[in-house]
């Protein structure tokens, strides 16, 4: 009888164990959300610094998070278009620069100040063929604002490839657009030009 009743403890102590790792195994977030938690994580940290850091401070402390975090080159790539393909690597080279100093920018100049914001990474994903797209929320005082990252695997690592705001327009989409009409009528140093001149305004603060 007690050695029944062992048996019956013993299993009951497997199942609860088991029980436990299944749902550690459930609750544990997508590998490709860790790389959104930690860049959110960065803009907390710079808007309850921002006055005390400056534009350049923010600038230089959300560089290696983002480079990290973003493929660049080939978001670059992207928004550029078809052109890309038949560009000198010269151009090449020096659209990859002005573009993501143009992004880290962009970061640091928007997340200016802190007044009690703060990001919702959601641990699942949505899958979009091989990509995987990270739901997060910026939560404000008076709203709350729905924010996408599609993120792709490069070299074993998920890196951002797009940004959705309001979960449905494509930053990149919006670029492309946007730097279609001087590709046009000056080529890849016009668009340098642009960009670097876009950066150089917003460094202003």
């Given at each position: 009888m007690f050695k029944a009743w062992m048996r019956l403890v013993s299993a009951a102590?497997?199942?609860l164990i088991l029980a436990v790792a299944v749902s550690a195994r459930a609750e544990a977030p997508d590998a490709a959300v860790p790389p959104i938690q930690t860049l959110c994580d960065t803009l907390i940290d710079i808007m309850k610094n921002a006055k005390t850091l400056g534009i350049k401070g923010r600038y230089d402390k959300l560089k290696p998070v983002i480079m990290q975090s973003f493929d660049l080159p080939d978001?670059?790539?992207l928004a550029v278009g078809p052109s890309w393909a038949t560009m000198p690597a010269a151009d090449r080279e020096a659209l990859l620069s002005a573009f993501e100093?143009?992004?880290i920018a962009n970061y640091a100049h928007d997340f200016?100040?802190?007044d009690g914001e703060k990001f919702v990474v959601a641990p699942t994903v949505t899958a979009r063929g091989a990509d995987?797209?990270?739901d997060t929320k910026l939560v404000t005082k008076d709203e709350t604002y729905t924010i996408a990252y599609r993120m792709r695997q490069v070299?074993?690592?998920?890196?951002v490839i797009d940004v959705y705001y309001k979960s449905a327009i494509?930053?990149?989409a919006t670029r492309r657009s946007d730097y279609s009409a001087t590709l046009a009528s000056g080529g890849a140093p016009a668009l340098i030009k642009k960009i670097n001149a876009l950066t150089e305004q917003l460094m202003k603060g």
């Open positions: 102590v497997a199942l978001m670059t790539r100093r143009y992004t200016d100040g802190y995987r797209v990270v070299g074993g690592a998920w890196k494509s930053q990149l």
